[in-house]
Nanobody
Framework: QVQLVQSGGGLVQAGGSLSLSCVASGRTSSSYAVGWFRQAPGKEREFVAA????????????YYADSVKGRFTISRDNDKNTVYLQMSSLKAEDTAVYYCAFRPVYCAGDGCHDVGTYGSWGQGTQVTVSS
């Protein structure tokens, strides 16, 4: 079982930047994916971004929701077991609780969007963008 601990987030003005971190502990495999999701009040949890590893020596892919493409960047630091979400040009509609999630198998394309395929979740962190 993988445990995820999130940090970062907070309050920022529209146009500003924030960074989220997700530290994983526990047993992982060489093939996995970590996704970022968000949930605004009264809305369903939605996909934001994912980083998918098909074994480090084969390749790493990243995927983004259309709404954040070009503004958010997902990355990882393997040595620190950490995945980051760098958010820039933030908009009021980005306001939500953000969650990182882990699945013990790589994902591809729209397959990364499925909330039900992720087995471990972080505690969530609030991101508020004021307009």
């Amino acid at each position: 079982q993988v445990q995820l601990v999130q940090s970062g987030g907070g309050l920022v003005q529209a146009g500003g930047s924030l960074s989220l971190s997700c530290v994983a502990s526990g047993r992982t495999s060489s093939s996995y994916a970590v996704g970022w999701f968000r949930q605004a009040p009264g809305k369903e949890r939605e996909f934001v971004a994912a980083i998918s590893v098909i074994a480090s020596w084969i390749g790493v892919s990243t995927y983004y929701a259309d709404s954040v493409k070009g503004r958010f960047t997902i990355s990882r630091d393997n040595d620190k077991n950490t995945v980051y979400l760098q958010m820039s040009s933030l908009k009021a509609e980005d306001t939500a609780v953000y969650y990182c999630a882990f699945r013990p198998v790589y994902c591809a394309g729209d397959g990364c969007h499925d909330v039900g395929t992720y087995g471990s979740w972080g505690q969530g962190t609030q991101v508020t963008v004021s307009s």
